[in-house]
Structure formats: structure tokens, C-alpha cells
């Protein structure tokens, strides 16, 4: 099967397009045939560390890269009951020992996965689960709910554009802050107001907020805070959040249209080294796909 490698730390040049063996699945894996996944910028971030590094911060190396995979069940082990052949899937490989950039991979039965709602496209649903399950999570957290004044940072990015679209789903009053270019998109997922960051700095206008989600990680904590009603709460993108429960829940929303991906460009898998230059510049509007094989 067509595959491709992460052979060196450092630049794209690194992943490199190669034929392996297909793997067998154990007898509490599932092998799915992969149909899209994507690129984000754990993905980036992962390639980047030096091998040294990784060791160091015992931090897994994985052979092959690509955190979520959306894609067909094609065989079960032996113990398996949860799904079966011809089941369409989805989730991420997080903290397992390979990667999406593949044909086919095997995953554990009862890991971060679930079945794909009837009328989803896998290259719908693969980007997805991180950044869906990321938004909920930290929602969740903040208390997000109906009449709730809620304020995005970085609502353009792939956490951001499902946090606007749960936050109005909850109910919230949402305001999102992103770029001049990503007004309209931000406005078209459920905000109620846009603030562009090249123009008004969010923390000079004088609101108040019940939720600042800071969903890129870049935001001021302390200038953040002090925009906060009483009781007010600031959350910003830092942990991991990837559980099975939190998975269920994104296809639900998704089953009912409540959230969809967002996605700037699309790539095949040969081409995925200019998917990871294109992420790397940190300029993407929501998702980037990777067809794997077409539907």
C-alpha cells in the first residue's frame, strides 16, 4: 500500500511517498481503508522535533504522520463487536504507533473513533474530530450556554470555526475575532459579530464577556481576563481532549448539521508535503484535507 513516511525531522522534504506492507489487525483492531484525513498544526509541530528532543520529552515517533482519518471498515479482529465490515468511520490516531498519511491503518476498536452520520462525505468528516472535540471540551469548560456572552480569538482557524458554530448552537451571543479575509466566513458560521484584529484590538472596546476562548493559543491571558463579567471565565486551547464520549457527541451535532468542517484547500496524498508547507505559514482558514482515495 501507498504510505507516506515521516523519514527526518525538520522541513517537509522529510515526509516522504512510499509502498508498505498492509497492516493486519489484532484481535481488538479494526483495519480501515482510509479515505481522506488531514493536516494540522500538531501535525506540523510533530515533524518539526528533532529526534534528540523527542526522546528526550519522551514523546512518541511516529513512522507516519496524520492525526484524523475518516475512511471504510475492511476487516475486524477476532474480539471486536463494535463495528463491522463496511462500517464508514471516523476519528483520530492520537497516541497510537502510525499515522493517517496511509491507505489503510489499523485502529483499536474502542479508541477514538465512531461511525460517520448517513449524508456526511469522508472528507467532510475527516477533519473533524480534533478540532471539533478541542471547541467542545474547552465550551464546556468555560460554561458556554444559552444568553452567554462569548468572544472567539482566532475564529478562523480550525478550532475556532467549529467554536463559533457550538457556541451558537448553544445558545450563545458570539463574537469572533479573526482577519479582514475571514469576516464573512466567521459571520456565515453563526456569529453575531465580527471583530477584525487588523482593525479595532478586541480588548480596547469597552465589552465584557461571560467566555473569552482564546482558540489559537495567541491571546493576552491577562488582557483577556480583565474583558470578564463576574464570574466570567477565560479558556484557552492548551490539552489534549480527545475522548470517545467527546467524539459521539461531535457526530451527533454533526448528524443534525448543528457543525460542518470548514475546509481551505484540499490535497492529494503525493502531495501532502505541499499541504504541510501551506499549514506551516499559519494563514489556513479552517481545515486542510488529504484525499486518500476517492469516493
Known amino acids: 500500500m501507498k504510505a507516506v513516511l515521516f523519514k527526518r525531522a525538520g522541513s517537509a522534504d522529510g515526509l516522504v511517498l512510499d509502498e508498505i506492507p498492509e497492516p493486519v489487525p489484532e484481535a481488538n483492531e479494526i483495519l480501515v481503508k482510509v479515505r481522506a484525513a488531514s493536516v494540522t498544526r500538531g501535525d506540523v509541530v510533530l515533524r518539526r522535533i528533532p529526534r534528540i528532543v523527542a526522546r528526550l520529552f519522551r ?3 511516529k513512522a ?11 476487516a475486524v479482529g477476532s474480539d471486536v463487536r463494535l463495528f463491522e465490515i463496511g462500517d464508514r468511520v471516523f476519528g483520530t490516531t ?25 449524508g456526511v462525505r469522508y472528507e467532510e468528516a ?65 456569529a453575531d459579530e465580527v471583530i477584525d484584529y487588523t482593525q479595532e484590538d478586541f480588548t480596547q472596546g469597552g465589552r465584557t464577556y461571560d467566555v473569552i476562548f482564546d482558540a489559537v493559543g495567541k491571546a493576552s491571558p491577562k488582557r483577556s481576563q480583565e474583558l470578564l463579567t463576574v464570574n466570567g471565565k477565560y479558556v484557552s486551547v492548551r490539552s489534549s481532549t480527545e475522548r470517545r464520549e467527546n467524539l459521539l457527541e461531535i457526530a451527533e451535532l454533526l448528524d443534525i448539521r448543528a457543525i460542518k468542517a470548514v475546509i481551505d484547500r484540499r490535497y492529494a496524498l503525493a502531495d501532502v508535503r505541499e499541504a504541510h508547507r501551506y499549514v506551516e505559514r499559519g494563514r489556513k482558514r479552517g481545515n486542510v484535507a488529504i484525499t486518500v482515495a476517492k469516493e
Request: hydrophobic share 40%; glycine share 18%; proline share 4%.
Open 126 to 190: 475527516a477533519p473533524i474530530p480534533i478540532g471539533g472535540m478541542t471547541a467542545l471540551h474547552f465550551l464546556r469548560e468555560g460554561g458556554v450556554g444559552r444568553g452567554k456572552l462569548v468572544l472567539v480569538y482566532g475564529a478562523s482557524g480550525s478550532v475556532g470555526t467549529f467554536a463559533v458554530q457550538l457556541a451558537h448552537h448553544f445558545g450563545a451571543h458570539v463574537t469572533g475575532v479573526c482577519s479582514t479575509s475571514n469576516v464573512e466566513l466567521v459571520r456565515s458560521l453563526g
Open 59 to 61: 514523546l512518541g515517533r
Open 64 to 74: 507516519i504522520l496524520g492525526h484524523e482519518f475518516a475512511g471504510d471498515v475492511k
Open 94 to 118: 492520537t497516541g497510537l504507533g502510525t499515522g493517517s498519511y496511509a491507505e489503510y491503518i489499523c485502529v483499536p476498536a474502542d479508541g477514538v473513533i465512531t461511525r460517520i452520520p448517513a
